[in-house]
């Protein structure tokens, strides 16, 4: 990992994108938690006090002033990697929308793009290239927000409408359907449990991965693996299994912190 970060900084500086005025210089994602495979793109950020006035190869939309943040694509060690370029007056903004006086004027998650919701959860795990007392000042801020809060509310609140329909679909018979809403309010009430104790990445590939790494006792990586494939689902007992996921649902919800 160390060698990659190394060659990553350095082509960075070869085409010239550190900025006068860097504040941090990151990477994020996959890469950044140990999960790489050979194919993985490499998620890099920068950040500075002025605007990127380099070319670019995109924009990505966000819901702050400036409402882009530029984008360069270039490969490195035969990886795509992807600089994008963020100022910290954005970075400011978005944890404006994180305070707690947000939270319970509004008691629902912060209106975020996926961009926003992107940084925002690599910067628990992220692994700095430059500007690492910036990154753990940043941290601390989003562990002192109400980010965590309004997710795992959010969650919870669909999870509440899955159960509801599991439920509602095995009254009327549609058992197959019913399978899939429990199964659902699995996926969503795990992602309540393990943004509830930080981990707030929210990519289903990783799913497993992060329950093998949380080693919950309320869930374990096999359990949720066993749900996830409809493993034990028995077309002859349908309402055994659905009734079984939506208890396994409950237990989890009673583990979740707000």
């Known amino acids: 990992m160390s060698a990659q970060i190394a060659e990553i900084a350095a082509e960075i500086d070869r085409l010239g994108l550190r900025p006068e005025t860097c504040s941090a210089i990151f990477i994020g994602g996959s890469l950044s938690r140990g999960w790489g495979h050979a194919r993985s793109d490499v998620d890099a950020y920068i950040v500075s006090t002025i605007p990127w006035s380099g070319p670019a190869d995109g924009h990505n939309r966000v819901k702050l002033d400036p409402p882009v943040i530029p984008l360069r694509i270039f490969d490195v060690g035969g990886r795509r990697c ?20 947000e939270f319970e004027r509004e008691r629902r998650l912060a209106d975020l793009s996926a961009f926003e919701a992107a940084l925002l959860s690599r910067v628990k795990y992220a692994v700095p290239i430059d500007g690492e007392d910036w990154l753990v000042g940043r941290r601390e801020q989003l ?5 965590r809060s309004m997710v795992v509310a959010q969650l919870l609140d669909i999870v509440d409408g899955h159960v509801e329909d599991a439920l509602g679909l095995l009254e009327s018979g549609d058992h197959r359907a019913a399978a899939i809403a429990a199964q659902t309010a699995l996926e969503r009430v795990v992602e309540a449990l393990l943004s509830s104790r930080g981990d707030m990445t929210s990519v289903a590939k990783w799913r497993v991965r992060r329950l093998e790494e949380a080693n919950l ?3 374990s990586a096999d359990r949720y693996w066993e749900i996830a494939t409809f493993r034990t689902y028995d077309p002859d007992k349908p309402q055994v299994w659905v009734e079984s996921v939506l208890e396994t649902c409950r237990q989890i919800i009673l583990e979740v912190e707000g």
């Open 82 to 101: 992807e600089v994008r370029f963020w100022l910290d007056s954005q970075v400011d903004q978005l944890f404006a929308k994180l305070t707690w006086s």
């Open 143 to 147: 562990a002192g927000s109400a980010y």
């Open 217 to 219: 006792e309320v869930l």
